[in-house]
């Protein structure tokens, strides 16, 4: 065990140890602060520059993927008015927002509730490891930061990887849900798609899920472990993704407004469009954050409603407003971070590292 990591918490439970990493009876709040004196390893200040070289990696590449379409966002922008711009940014706020909550949800349905401050510092900056091509650098960026906030690596990757799951299977089910209802004949036509969504809703029960997340480990090649969620954390999860991507609805539906689109199904097609694209765009690996695939989904999927210039000015504008909403949050959980350590040092002044915090 890293000497920095707290003895005896559910939160660093090992089943190499005979103990389950994971069960709702071990449920604890991450928030007050225990500090543990321990000398600061070797191994330790390792892990730390990489984790400053991972986040300049980040960083760097969502500079570079803004540069790349720099142009493109100027024409673009220049064509909305300043409500459009607002309600975009508030729009994409609030689902980023409501993504944090789902995976705050999902850390309670493994058996932790974080603190909102924690939650968010946690989540926020681990954020911007998607726009590092490979998928998973999100998963591994916030299991690194719960450390600081008294969450085992693991603990906090399982959550990550049941959220990032929940997150998907709802991406696709909104998507055929709201694809159906904006075609007029979608529900006769495409009838058998309803399988799909009964699929995916029992994908998402704790039973299920649980299981899924344990082979997604085995390929991730970490630990067996055994893995229990409850049934209230795991709906909220759900229900905070949904309004995620209700909230990306809204946000592509008056920004297509703004390009001329006018359409009684408007919004639960742009919605529909918008979460399948995120999918198709993650499960791509190799793009940083889903640049291209994202947008050749959105051009398939929106012709019914816009012509091909408006599905490209959402997919550049849209783009340019998550990338402002990551960078603003990340800021704000960076302080909350800062203000964190600040408070355990306070706390500690022989120069500890806590336990089991998170801010108050």
């Known amino acids: 065990m890293d000497a920095r990591q707290p003895t005896g918490s559910a939160a660093d439970a090992d089943p190499a140890d005979g103990q389950p990493a994971n069960t709702p009876e071990t449920d604890q709040t991450i928030g007050a602060e225990v500090p543990v004196v321990a000398p600061r390893s070797r191994r330790a200040r390792i892990l730390n520059a990489v984790k400053w070289a991972a986040a300049a990696v980040a960083v760097v590449l969502l500079v570079v993927g803004v540069a790349r379409q720099w142009d493109e966002i100027v024409v673009d922008f220049a064509r909305l008015d300043a409500r459009t711009v607002t309600l975009g940014v508030v729009l994409t706020l609030v689902a980023l927002i409501a993504n944090m909550l789902s995976w705050r949800a999902m850390m309670a349905a493994t058996g932790f509730r974080v603190r909102p401050a924690a939650a968010s510092s946690i989540f926020f900056v681990g954020q911007l490891g998607k726009y590092i091509p490979g998928g998973v650098w999100s998963i591994a960026a916030q299991a690194e930061l719960g450390r600081a906030h008294g969450l085992a690596r693991t603990g906090s990757a399982v959550a990550s990887l049941a959220s990032m799951l929940v997150s998907m299977v709802t991406a696709a089910l909104v998507g055929i849900v709201a694809l159906l209802l904006g075609s007029p004949d979608g529900l006769q036509t495409f009838w058998w798609l309803a399988v799909v969504v009964v699929i995916g809703l029992v994908a998402l029960t704790p039973p299920v899920l649980g299981r899924l997340i344990a082979v997604a480990m085995r390929v991730l090649r970490r630990p067996p472990q055994e893995i229990t969620l409850t049934w209230t954390g795991t709906v909220m999860s759900i229900v905070w993704s949904v309004v995620m991507w209700l909230a990306y609805g809204a946000q592509a539906t008056f920004v297509l407004q ?4 006018d359409s009684a199904v408007l919004f639960p097609v742009a919605t529909g469009a918008y979460a399948v694209a ?44 998550m990338t402002l909403g990551d960078v603003v949050l990340a800021g704000l ?7 964190h350590r ?10 500890s590292v806590p336990g089991s915090p998170g801010t108050p």
């Not at 703004?258 to 689109?261: E, H, M, P």
């Open 258 to 261: 703004a390009f001329g689109a």
């Open 278 to 321: 995120w999918l198709v765009g993650f499960l791509v690996v190799i793009a940083p954050a889903g640049l291209g695939p994202r947008e050749a989904v959105l051009l398939l999927l929106l012709g019914s409603v816009t012509d091909p210039t408006g599905a490209l000015a959402l997919a550049v504008i849209s783009r340019a407003f």
């Open 342 to 351: 600040r408070h355990t040092a306070a706390a500690d002044p022989v120069g």
């Open 333 to 339: 959980g960076a302080a909350l971070a800062i203000r």
